[in-house]
């Protein structure tokens, strides 16, 4: 089975602009999280979708949102970027069956400026 | 509001030692823990993965355990190697929320 994928892969984007990242995950996971990773923060959960809905969010403005699509795929949005947007952003997905077991996507490195 | 910490946060040690890899949350009310590696630049692999009814999962060299009433969990490396060289994170899910530990810089020197 192929791995959970994240596009872009790089991003260089200018303050006060918005930003999309997309995560396709692995075939039959319906799960998919999101992560931001800082140096300062380490890593921190954003939102997770389960069948085109938020089941579940973090602590994050309401700059961050996503979506996820029917067949699973994942989009994250920030808008308004802030120079403290600039991170590493993983996404995850997770197989149906409860355990919410992680799988973890490359990530996308987010430089804002 | 869960707390979950890693001590040390860097940890050096020779090649073939064995070494255990610490993580503390707070609320003990956590449905499931897992155990990951990640090397610089890259996303994150998966160890373990342990269920709340569960006290510990083997995997090869790896060994962890969960103690939800101590509020923590212990990655176990048998005979270290260079290759084992990563940072170890928690992570932990209470049912509504996901949360990583703070991480460990673990270097195996040859």
């Known amino acids: 089975k192929a791995g959970v994928t994240q596009t872009p892969r790089y991003l260089i984007k200018t303050r006060g602009q918005q930003v999309t990242l997309s995560c396709s995950p692995i075939?039959?996971?319906?799960?998919v999280s999101w992560y931001q990773q800082t140096p300062g923060q380490g890593l921190q959960f954003l939102f997770e979708y389960f069948s085109e809905t938020q089941r579940n969010k973090g602590n994050f403005p309401g700059r961050f949102s996503g979506r996820q699509f029917s067949n699973s795929r994942s989009e994250m949005n920030v808008s308004t970027l802030e120079l403290g947007d600039s991170a590493l952003y993983l996404c995850?997905?997770?197989?149906?069956?409860?355990?919410?077991?992680?799988?973890f996507g490359p990530g996308t490195r987010l430089t804002v400026t | 509001k869960q707390e979950v910490t890693q001590i040390p946060a860097a940890l050096s040690v020779p090649e073939g030692e064995n070494l255990v890899l610490n993580c503390s949350f707070t609320d003990s009310a956590i449905y499931n823990l897992q155990w990951f590696r990640q090397d610089p630049g890259k996303g994150l692999t998966s160890l373990l993965l342990i269920q709340s009814s569960q006290r510990e999962q083997t995997s090869g060299r790896l060994n962890a355990s969960l103690d939800k009433s101590s509020g923590r969990s212990t990655l176990y490396i048998a005979a270290s190697q260079p290759g084992d060289s990563a940072t170890y994170l928690c992570?932990?899910?209470?049912?509504?929320?996901?949360?990583f530990g703070t991480g460990t810089s673990l270097t195996v020197i040859p």
């Open positions: 075939s039959g996971h319906r799960s």
């Open positions: 992570w932990l899910f209470t049912g509504n929320q996901f949360y």
């Open positions: 995850a997905s997770a197989p149906v069956g409860g355990l919410y077991e992680q799988y």
